[in-house]
């Protein structure tokens, strides 16, 4: 059965709301999002902790400016994205943004610290902005302090938003141009290491050498565990890692993400295609010279 609020629209009762898959409660929920680019941030959390500085602000402010209580609303969970990039993956596509999108009902805030901690790319921008007006849920960028209920402030989000997609297309231009000369000079990319080669040099001089030799009993032992026992990478990933804590003499303390390992789950799989290409090679060679 439905009510008539205040306003005159329709209020759905409890038990409608549940059959419709909506939340049992009706007061309007404060959401909040935030995002960092790079492990270093994640990892620091140096990043994250000034976009909670902003955003913690800003909730004080808008419940003073709509003049109500923390009990007129719910504060909702804090959501966040971690090393992924808004240049290459829209806000639906992020594991906390399709999250939020999931969560959100008419009638709710949104708070972003800053519009490129949400969008790098204008056309997601645009889209996900029409859809949020026409659910009737307000949306705020914390840090630009935009009012979304005039045209002006419109014509700076969206003003903002084309900016911030150029700056992106120009960091990536510039990081593939740091990338192609790094590889011409035979230095590390990203401190991503391939297989069978490790950093040496003092820092602003590394380079990689060849270490196939030494690691040679890693690419063996991989294979190993994925012909024989059938293991999948990030298992292999783990006993890699331990067994070079072991080696090494290095804490046993293992990295909270496999991507932190000295041999990550993509490396491990990197090192298993390259051995297998090679052991082909070879023995298309065997067979050619048998002929």
């Known amino acids: 059965m439905s009510t008539r609020n205040g306003n005159g629209t329709a209020e759905k009762s409890p038990a409608i709301r549940k059959r419709l ?30 976009q909670d500085r902003i955003l913690d602000a800003f909730i004080e402010f808008l419940l003073a400016r709509l003049n109500l209580t923390r009990d007129d609303v719910v504060i909702a969970e804090r959501l966040t994205d971690e090393v992924v990039s ?19 009902e008419p009638g709710d805030h949104i708070i972003f610290p800053k519009v490129d901690r949400a969008f790098r790319d204008f056309g997601d921008l645009y889209m996900q902005m029409k859809a ?66 490790e950093i040496v040099g003092e820092p602003g001089k590394r380079h990689l050498k060849d270490a196939r030799k030494k690691q040679a009993w890693i690419g063996v032992w991989i294979v190993e565990m994925r012909d024989e ?3 999948d990478w ?6 890699v890692e331990h067994r070079l804590a072991n080696v090494h003499h290095r804490p046993k303390k293992m990295p909270k993400r496999r991507m932190d390992y000295h041999w990550p789950p993509k490396r491990c799989r990197m090192a298993y295609e390259i051995i297998k290409a090679a052991e082909a090679a070879a023995g298309e060679g065997d067979e050619s010279s048998t002929e």
Request: charged share 25%; net charge positive; with cysteine.
């Open 234 to 239: 990030g298992l292999i990933a783990d006993k």
């Open 86 to 104: 808004a240049y290459k993956v829209q806000l639906g596509k992020r594991p906390a943004g399709k999250k939020l999108l999931g969560l959100i």
């Open 21 to 50: 898959g909506m939340r049992a409660d009706k007061r309007p929920h404060i959401f909040t999002y935030r995002r960092c680019s790079h492990a270093d941030s994640a990892r620091t959390g140096l990043g994250l902790q000034e």
């Open 229 to 231: 026992k059938g293991w």
């Open 132 to 197: 949020w007006e026409d659910m009737n849920v307000s949306v705020y960028f914390a840090n630009e302090n935009i009012d979304l209920s005039t045209p002006t402030g419109r014509l700076l989000l969206n003003m903002i938003g084309i900016f911030a997609e150029w700056e992106s297309v120009l960091t990536s231009e510039r990081n593939c141009a740091t990338a192609r000369r790094l590889k011409e000079e035979g230095r590390p990319v990203n401190q991503k290491i391939p297989p069978g080669f």
